[in-house]
């Protein structure tokens, strides 16, 4: 049934019979659904849905849109209903703030909604009609993720060993702090490019195949000591890293890249054979003692 007369008129005025029909599914849709008449944007129906976003009951019903909605006057929206219903023109958006009262609070929330114009059969423009869809989870679910990679960025960016982010299948340097690009040896412009196009030096030592393990299985890799030869002093010199890494599940379980956190540990490498080296040597000579 339409809700009351006021739903009824907007039938028997400016629709033929047959839409009364589509007013009974605008009742029960779950999406936002209103009308506002004339010059004052008088708000001709409402369904529940519209009833609940806005915090209000039936009693808008007939009332000019910001009379209805008097915490509207400042924002875009009577103005927007004027501008289609002066000019015919439709106005859609994807994503609008809108601030209402709901629960005696003024609360911020965000719509993606049309705006359309309705006519009369000699193309007259009478109405406007808005649908709409609450959009606010969706809004605020994407702030937290965007404020959760900025929080891990600028960590990353802080962090006093070698960090970075390497994303998708081919490893895209996504994000790579100062320790990290001074322990690769690059000058190159490494952001968004593939690590082993940026990086052709590493090629073929192994790094690849690592990589590609944990992309595909998800499983973390750890590698203590691992030689590797990088830039260095204008020429190519061994170096020794402690490395893990840490596969980066997105939703659905999802793999969509791999964080690496490396530590270049080359002068206690060096140092650990030098004493090794001595340790074999002064075995060696006591070996000989007794014998000479």
Known sequence: MLKDNASKN?????????L?????????????IYVCRGEESVIEFANQATLKAWGRDDSVIGKPFIEGLPELIG??????????????????????????VVGG????????????????????????????TDITELVNAKREIESSQENLRSMIMQAPIAMCILKGKDHIVNIAND??????????????????????????????????????????????????????????????LNFVYEPMIGSGGIITGIMAVATDVTKQVIARQKIEQSEEQLRQVSDLMPQM
């Not at 907007?10 to 047959?18: G, S, Y």
């Open 10 to 18: 907007l039938a028997n005025k400016h629709t033929p019979a047959l």
């Open 20 to 32: 009364e029909h589509l007013l009974n599914i605008f009742e029960t849709s779950s999406n936002i």
């Open 75 to 100: 924002q875009p929206f009577p103005e927007l209903v004027s501008r289609v219903f002066h000019s015919g023109i439709p106005y859609h958006t994807e994503n609008d703030r809108a601030d209402l």
């Open 105 to 132: 609070k003024l609360q911020t929330f965000y719509f993606k909604f049309s705006y359309l114009p309705l006519k009369m059969d000699s193309g007259e423009i009478w109405g406007v009609m808005c649908s709409a």
């Open 179 to 240: 320790k990290m690009i001074e322990l690769w040896g690059t000058t190159t412009n490494i952001l968004g490019r593939p690590i082993f196009e940026c990086m052709p030096v590493v090629k073929g030592q192994g790094f690849e195949q690592l990589l590609e393990k944990v992309y595909q299985t998800g499983i973390r890799v750890t590698v203590s000591e691992r030689s590797v030869d990088l830039p260095r002093n204008g020429g190519i010199e061994q170096v020794f």
